[in-house]
């Protein structure tokens, strides 16, 4: 019986060819919402490319912190307190450095400006309504690793430079949270353009 099983050796590499499936091409990204926009919010996207939005005014809890854990809790704990309803995305306002972006604050963004009262709202929470603005924006579905950050910064960058312009600021909106994989989380990097 040994002997049999040996005479099929040979055939395994056949069998295991047979048994893979060809891979197709990658599913195209698509935005997993957990929580709905605020109102007038553009949905994420388009991906993987540059593009220009315009955003509407909204009303946002802003925390100092650099995106943690912390700031994000006492930004969860500031709209339960207050029965403020969750949205997406969460704001990060990012200061660029030589070869980097860091996080400096987080905002929570409020479904309207008809929710809540710009002002401080405790010792580390401030509610301010934010202008209505044009950006410049890189969407991307997958990690917020350095090297997304790098990519998307040098797209948006290289825009800025054929357009001939400085960006006011950049931020980061993360659409998903811990409940969604890391592969498929939705976040956009814009540079907000000068009025």
């Known amino acids: 019986m040994f ?16 048994a893979q499936q060809p ?14 926009l605020p109102q007038g919010w553009p949905q994420p996207g388009p991906y993987d490319q540059v593009s220009e ?6 009303r946002a809890a802003f925390t100092t912190g650099k995106g943690e854990t912390g700031s994000f809790w006492t930004l969860f704990l500031h709209i339960k307190k207050n029965d403020i309803p969750m ?7 990012m200061e ?18 008809q929710v809540g009262h710009p002002g401080a709202a405790g010792r580390s929470v401030e509610v301010r309504d934010v202008p209505a603005n044009k950006v410049l924006n890189y969407t991307w ?29 950049f931020r980061l909106l993360g659409y998903n949270g811990p409940g969604t994989p890391r592969g498929k989380a939705t976040w956009e990097l814009q540079a907000v353009l000068p009025r």
């Open 3 to 18: 002997a049999n099983t040996l005479k099929l050796l040979p055939l395994i590499p056949f069998f295991t060819a047979c």
């Open 23 to 36: 891979a197709g091409p990658p599913a195209a990204p698509a935005y997993v919402s957990e929580a709905p």
């Open 53 to 58: 939005k315009s955003l509407p005014a909204y």
């Open 87 to 93: 949205t997406a995305p969460v704001e990060m306002a």
């Open 96 to 113: 660029p450095a030589a070869d980097s972006l860091s996080r400096t604050n987080m905002a929570f963004l409020y479904p309207s400006e």
């Open 141 to 169: 579905q997958g990690p917020d690793s350095k090297a997304n950050l790098a990519k998307a910064r040098a797209a948006l960058e290289a825009e800025l430079a054929q357009r001939k312009l400085t960006a006011t600021q």
